[in-house]
């Protein structure tokens, strides 16, 4: 549960679940339904006033040459998915970033690193709220206007015999119906396709609802902008054709736009069989539009289906996809309520056993594998988050963190194929329908976050793992601050939690030492593995869920059988060295082997 509405379970979130179960007379749904309505209630940080902060610092540290783009807004989004406190917000923001997605390759949204935060904000923000209200918050972002290109978009210009010299750009119209709340084909509740009397699948829209929708956007442009003398102030901004701006001046890519009646194409329109009469305002005709969209027979199942499958599994069952949208769709799409039935839906709660289909579950993707690695162990650096607040990082920002949080400099991060909003199209890293060939292709069943995967990137983001299992530097190359010294960015897990479950199993003495006053199992090949073992199922369960431990038990040949043999075959040449500190150091080395091997198994790169 935890681990599809969240960035990944700790060990102190894992007993707190259990403990809320207990005190719901031990059901389940009664306490994950509570644990979901208090995250929902738990306010989510700014990655605005994080970025600002930041840049704050960057810019006094760096001067004269900060020329900073989007590194501290990237940075932020990992400080955000390891250690904040709506963890379920935070997800659920990642989520939408993948199917409504604005990203930073393009090069305005990459250098308006301040829209770009408030645009994360706004979807962190959408769990609360309904889909009509983030369907309108997005199509009046500016991120989202100029990454779609229908800021400034305004009506079709003719020349003096009436014959049109521009038409209205027809991107947005297209990606809001195929993307954002339709798609391409019409969909029974359930998801399962609609065919017309030829066993045809039967479009949703035409190129003519795309160029009606078009003329229903024209008009926006941004409703702000800073003044040119200085302290800069945020003023209203009146010029239709306002540029793009000073970077970190960023008014006008913070505030959603605002509509130019004068370039709004006011005639008759119609979109999807309804009537846009003529006259009608910018705002009119986007309500309109808005209205539409919300209320089309395909919203509740396209979307319900992208969600399922963004948190819990890239195969739902119609039957799971119909009950979602029933809600969806019974609650004007009720963001809440549309979370509780998917997280609570049977399908997404059913126990992992060795009959589990193999269908279920999903590839996790790269940037969650890192994240749940880094949150599962604890990885920190020696930044504190609250040094921020000397540069305008407000108090209340930091209430919103454990104590003690630190700061994750991690930038662009291309080990793993992926950064914080930046995806390589408006399609996002993988498509949803998705299946490589082979078994997968053959079983009718898809994996879109395979469709990522390739020789090079499977490797390298597994060294990113091990990288902060095994070195120094952790998870961070040096990317700190000029005026800083000793590498204080530097990110690396914490496995001191382990090392006393470990010695729990061979330390009889109590003592805190394991050495040859351990009579009974110094030396002892039994001892020692029950004491790797209890380290990997404590791994297998952040990780895994318990998975390997429910599915595989001990038999041979399997992967939890091959982990712990080789977790009890790491310096196995030490077994019977006397000296406590070179126990110590064995029993490290296979807390270490156990992290690499769970990670890297099967069940460590998939979510069940």
């Not at 209200?133 to 100029?146: A, K």
């Not at 994996?447 to 990288?467: C, D, G, H, K, R």
């Amino acid at each position: 549960s935890l681990t599809q509405a969240t960035y990944a379970p700790t060990s102190p979130e894992i007993e707190a679940l259990k403990l809320r179960v207990a005190s719901a007379g031990g059901d389940p749904i009664a306490a994950y339904t509570a644990w979901i309505d208090e995250q929902l209630s738990s306010p989510s940080p700014s990655l605005l006033a994080y970025t600002e902060a930041a840049n704050a610092q960057e810019k006094a540290a760096r001067d004269p040459d900060y020329n900073l783009n989007s590194q501290n807004r990237r940075r932020g989004w990992w400080l955000f998915a390891v250690k904040a406190n709506s963890q379920l917000k935070q997800r659920f923001a990642f989520a939408l970033s993948e199917i409504f997605v604005a990203s930073d390759e393009d090069g305005v949204v990459n250098r308006s690193s301040y829209g770009a935060a408030n645009y994360h904000d706004q979807l962190a923000e959408a769990a609360t709220g309904r889909y009509r209200s983030l369907l309108r918050s997005v199509s009046l972002s500016p991120v989202m206007g100029t990454y779609l290109s229908h800021l400034r978009n305004e009506k079709a210009i003719t020349d003096g015999s009436g014959n049109p010299l521009t038409s209205p750009d027809e991107n947005y119209a297209r990606e809001i119906m195929q993307l954002f709340s339709i798609g391409l084909v019409q969909l029974h509740p359930d998801g399962s396709l609609k065919l017309d009397e030829n066993a045809t699948p039967i479009p949703t829209y035409t190129q003519t609802d795309i160029s009606h929708m078009a003329r229903a956007s024209t008009g926006w442009s941004s409703s702000k902008r800073n003044a040119a003398a200085a302290p800069h102030a945020v003023i209203d901004n009146n010029t239709f054709a306002l540029g793009d701006g000073t970077k970190h001046r960023e008014a006008q890519w913070t505030h959603p736009m605002k509509a130019f009646e004068a370039r709004h194409d006011t005639n008759a329109k119609t979109v999807l069989g309804v009537n846009l009469p003529a006259g009608n305002t910018a705002n009119q005709d986007l309500n309109a539009v808005l209205d539409l969209l919300r209320d089309h027979p395909n919203t509740a199942p396209f979307l319900s289906r992208r969600l399922i499958q963004r948190l819990v599994t890239a195969n739902p069952s119609p039957g799971y996809v119909y009950r979602v949208s029933q809600t969806f769709r019974t609650t004007n799409g009720d963001f809440p309520a549309v979370l509780k039935a998917i997280l609570l839906d049977p399908e997404a709660r059913a126990p992992q056993t060795a009959e589990t289909p193999a269908g279920s579950g999903k590839v996790r993707e790269p940037i969650l594998r890192a994240t749940a690695f880094m949150r599962a162990f604890g990885a920190s650096s020696s930044l504190a988050l609250s040094d921020l607040t000397a540069w305008g990082y407000p108090s209340a920002e930091l209430a919103k963190f454990p104590a003690g949080t630190t700061r994750y400099r991690l930038n662009r991060t291309p080990a793993l194929d992926q950064s914080p909003l930046s995806a390589p199209s408006v399609f996002n890293w993988f498509l949803p329908v998705y299946a490589p060939s082979g078994l997968i292709a053959a079983n009718g069943i898809v994996s879109p976050e395979l469709q990522i995967v390739t020789e090079t990137t499977a490797v390298s983001a597994a060294n990113f793992i091990y990288n902060g299992i095994y070195t120094a530097a952790g998870f961070t190359p040096n990317t700190g601050l000029p005026n800083l010294t000793g590498n204080p960015q530097r990110i690396n897990i914490d496995i001191t939690p382990l090392e006393p479950l470990y010695l729990s199993k061979l330390d009889t003495n109590g003592d805190g030492l394991f050495s040859p006053a351990d009579t009974s199992t110094f030396n002892n090949p039994v001892a020692i593995a029950a004491a790797g073992e209890a380290v990997v199922d404590r791994i297998d369960l952040l990780l895994t869920g318990g998975e390997l431990k429910a599915r595989f038990g001990n038999t041979t040949g399997t992967p939890r059988r091959i982990i712990l043999d080789a977790v009890a075959a790491t310096n196995s040449g030490t077994n019977s060295n006397p000296d406590p500190a070179v126990q110590a150091s064995t029993a490290v080395s296979r807390i270490r082997t156990a992290l690499w091997l769970v990670m890297v198994s099967p069940q460590g790169v998939t979510q069940k």
